[in-house]
């Protein structure tokens, strides 16, 4: 009986498939090779991308995970790295670069230019060996739409923080101190510091740390329950900024988060009644507005085949780019691509694509790995200690950095970014 089925199960596969209706994997069928994904998306995002990647017919598998940077340094080390590998910033794929392991993209579509900072100038690195798929804003507040702040800077009460990330981390920590320094000593010098040209001991950079450290000292629990506290908000939740189990004690809801516009997500079926405005006027620097800070994903070619290849370049393209962007309200950093549709989607459009105001790439993710880590670490440092003194920390990070270059001993010509900041058209 058992071998007669199986003879059975055999006749109708290849009747299936002589009808032209082989069974497929999503993605595509599994006697067609895939190209393979590594990307940092996952639950409904994962949804909506892997919709559009269904729409453009090329196999595939894709693994999302929010360490990328992790997952792809262990699949490089073993020798299988992903075909094409989306990373969160372009700190970790200078180092993939200067090691020979990136495909040039060619192409008109991947390779197209998009100009600062979505294609960061850099000396010694060939100019097509990564392209930006995904733009986000962060130089942003978000608020609910029933208590519009005032423009002048909030205490510490007022603002919804979490350090968590699967793990204290401390990016979104950097956020704000990125966007700190970037308001109060400009484009310029942000440039300069996030590039490595400038003394992490600087004293404006050290005034500018220090306005971190100021608020937090205004409550040193509270800063100590951030340490603690995801910044996506509780599972299944709405977000810190509407975290619904606060609503008992008025004194501990928050009301202002400063994070990219990819908070949306978090929010969920609240998204809705979230508003948006720059964060600036809101910060302890006060209310100039000199730059927006700004991050994107970025993507990269591992393998070499034609498919893989192909596909990046079609997942660049307008149209496809355009129906992600109707999809999950996703952003693009081409600016011929129509913003999503929504009053806030339009808001973050209009400021990602107004050139009066510099655009600048968010420095920790255009750092070397070690340095980076020790950024973070300063920052939960300076969170756990509010009151400590700034310099000795900054200092730390500054030697990390020379231990970086005095290792790696590299020559004038080592590849390395030079330009991670638009400049106002």
């Not at 009808?19 to 190209?35: I, K, N």
Request: aromatic share 6%.
């Amino acid at each position: 009986m058992r071998a007669h089925a199986r003879a059975l199960l055999l006749l109708l596969c290849l009747a299936l498939t002589a009808a032209g209706c082989g069974l497929a994997a999503p993605g595509g069928s599994d006697e067609q090779p895939r190209v393979t994904i590594l990307g940092p998306w996952t639950d409904i995002q994962e949804t909506h991308f892997k919709a559009v990647l269904d729409s453009l017919g090329t196999p595939y598998t894709y693994q999302g995970t929010a360490a990328t940077r992790e997952v792809l340094l262990a699949a490089v080390q073993a020798g299988n790295p992903p075909d094409i590998a989306i990373l969160p910033g372009v700190g970790d794929l200078v180092e993939y670069a200067a090691e020979g392991r990136l495909r040039p993209l060619g192409g008109k579509g991947a390779a197209a230019k998009y100009g600062r900072p979505w294609q960061p100038e850099a000396k010694g690195i060939e100019a097509d060996l990564w392209v930006p798929l995904k733009a986000d804003l962060k130089s942003i507040v978000w608020y609910r739409t029933d208590s519009r702040p005032a423009a002048r800077p909030a205490s510490l009460a007022s603002w919804c923080i979490g350090m968590g990330d699967d793990g204290a981390s401390g990016w979104p920590g950097s956020d704000w101190i990125e966007d700190l320094i970037l308001q109060t000593v400009g484009p310029v010098l942000y440039e300069r510091w996030a590039t490595g040209d400038l003394e992490w001991a600087d004293d404006r950079l050290v005034d500018a740390w220090s306005l971190w450290a100021g608020l937090l000292a205004q409550d040193k629990e509270a800063a100590g329950r951030a340490m603690r506290e995801d910044h996506r908000g509780k599972p299944g939740g709405h977000g810190l900024l509407f975290d619904d189990t606060r609503k008992s004690d008025d004194s501990k809801r928050c009301s202002l988060e400063h994070q990219g516009s990819f908070a949306r997500f978090f929010y969920r079926d609240r998204s809705g009644q979230a508003a948006v405005m720059d964060s600036a006027p809101l910060l302890p620097s006060g209310p100039r507005l000199k730059g927006r800070e700004v991050s994107a994903d970025f993507a990269v070619l591992f393998g070499d085949s034609a498919q893989a290849r192909d596909l990046l370049t079609r997942l660049t393209s307008r149209g496809a780019q355009q129906e992600w962007g109707r999809r999950a309200g996703v952003f693009s950093p081409n600016s011929d691509v129509p913003a999503p549709e929504g009053t806030v989607e339009k808001q973050i459009s209009d400021r990602l694509t107004d050139q009066r105001v510099p655009l600048c790439l968010d420095a920790s993710d255009v750092m070397p790995a070690a340095v980076r880590d020790a950024f973070y670490e300063a920052v939960l440092l300076t969170m756990a200690h509010p009151d400590a003194p700034v310099r000795p920390r900054l200092k730390d990070v500054q030697r990390v950095q020379e231990a970086q270059r005095d290792q790696d001993a590299q020559p004038d010509d080592t590849g390395r970014l030079t330009g991670v900041c638009s400049r106002p058209q």
